[in-house]
């Protein structure tokens, strides 16, 4: 009998594992799942054109019309991708275990390698909503010398995970990071508590309450998300978005705002589409988070419409909701409860102008072609093989003006 090799190994990794990747990575993520996906974002950048204003060369007198003419008005977005990376290592003697049969190797270390996936799901699903800065919590309360602090809002605990390695900074993207980085070793999920080892304090410079929470080397390299093409507060003048001040005309550059002032949720998203009617916009889909989509079906009741729909990428998986007609709105709007969203925030969205546009599918095994057709490799300073998994892409809005942030 011979032993599995490297090189047999490698294609069983594909055809085992790739074929649940949507499971792997899409479940429980509704936005994730549901966007629509270009594998195809080939060359150095791509370049998005935004008509915002129509042209203008229209009077009652015609000699007025044909000196005010002037054409759309439009500007453009030049995308460049980012790289997003899940890396594990197998031990050599589990590979050398695996004899004659290379599918037993797989089923052996699918645990391994399912994780990774599932774990590169869980980044690309938050970066969706949350964007560059890498930002996936903030810290509540925090005594100086501590071993552990609560995250201000205990629900974005979903995001952490023990042995991951935390990094902060006291801006959410737009100043440095905090010197060091603190491994979790433990993690209350009902209070939405961290703890490490040692003092958070310690291990990262300047640790302190209100600081905001990445994982380390996140920090302001992840994709764009909603809460960058649509930030809480319309861009000042000097904005600089892929190239573009936003600020010409926010609603139509830099998406809607909304902000219900703490009223009744399902009545805040009513008044959200009457407003953004008005503007022109023809919403498709709201994604938030469970715990504001219970008070959400709670205010709507017996008039929820249940719904069912499938991802986009073979539709490996679903996501149930439920529908409500609003104000002006062409059709009804799908409502989806989805973990990744930050509690507090809904958006409303058209959902076929956005896209995640990938070098090829996200995530998948990281190969280079001709170069390379494996996925995976050997360690030179270990007994064991090295897989890796990630996505090269970019998130992007093509009209930004039917996106609608709602702060409720």
């Known amino acids: 009998m011979t032993n599995a090799s490297l090189t047999s190994f490698a294609p069983i990794l594909k055809t085992v594992f790739e074929k649940r990747v949507a499971v792997l990575a899409y479940e429980n993520h509704p936005l994730l799942g549901l966007v629509p996906k270009n594998d195809t974002f080939r060359g150095k950048n791509y370049v998005q054109t935004v008509n915002f204003s129509q042209g203008n060369g229209r ?25 997003d990376y899940g890396l594990g290592s197998i031990d050599g003697e589990a590979l ?13 270390l699918e645990f391994e390698i399912a994780g990774m996936f599932t774990t590169i799901g869980i980044s690309l699903a938050g970066a969706l909503y949350r964007g560059k800065s890498g930002t996936i919590g903030r810290v509540g309360t925090y005594v100086a010398a501590a071993l552990t602090f609560t995250l201000a809002q205990p629900l974005d605990v979903v995001h952490f995970a023990v042995g991951m390695k935390i990094g902060s900074s006291s801006t959410d993207g737009t100043g440095a990071q905090n010197v060091g980085a603190v491994e979790i070793t433990a993690i209350d999920e009902d209070t939405g508590t961290l703890s490490a080892a040692a003092a958070w304090d310690a291990g990262i410079a300047g640790f302190a309450a209100g600081d905001y929470l990445f994982v380390d080397g996140d920090y302001n390299k992840k994709i764009s998300g909603l809460s960058d093409w649509a930030p809480a507060t319309a861009p000042a003048p000097g904005d600089n978005f892929f190239g573009v001040d936003r600020s010409v005309m926010p609603t139509r550059l830099a998406g809607q705002r909304y902000n219900g002032g703490g009223g009744p949720k399902d009545q805040t998203l009513q008044k959200a589409l009457s407003y953004a009617f008005v503007r022109g916009s023809k919403l498709t889909h709201c994604f938030a988070n469970p715990d504001d989509v219970s008070d959400i079906t709670i205010g709507f009741g017996a008039k929820a419409e249940r719904i069912y729909e499938k991802s986009t990428d073979g539709g490996a998986v679903g996501y149930e909701g439920f529908m409500i007609v609003g104000t002006g709105n062409a059709q009804p709007l799908k409502v989806f409860a989805d973990p990744d969203c930050p509690k507090g925030t809904a958006y409303l969205v058209k959902l076929d102008v956005l896209e995640l546009r990938t070098l090829g599918k996200a995530p998948r095994f990281l190969e280079y072609g001709a170069l390379d057709n494996k996925g995976i490799l050997r360690e030179a300073t270990a007994d064991a093989i090295e897989f890796r998994v990630g996505y090269r892409g970019q998130f992007r809005v093509r009209e930004p003006l039917h996106v609608v942030r709602v702060t409720f």
């Open 59 to 83: 009077s009652a007198t015609f000699a007025n019309a044909q000196a005010n003419k002037n054409p759309n008005a439009q500007r453009d977005f030049t995308l460049t991708r980012v790289s």
């Open 96 to 108: 050398e275990a695996a004899v004659g049969d290379p599918y037993t190797m797989a089923e052996g």
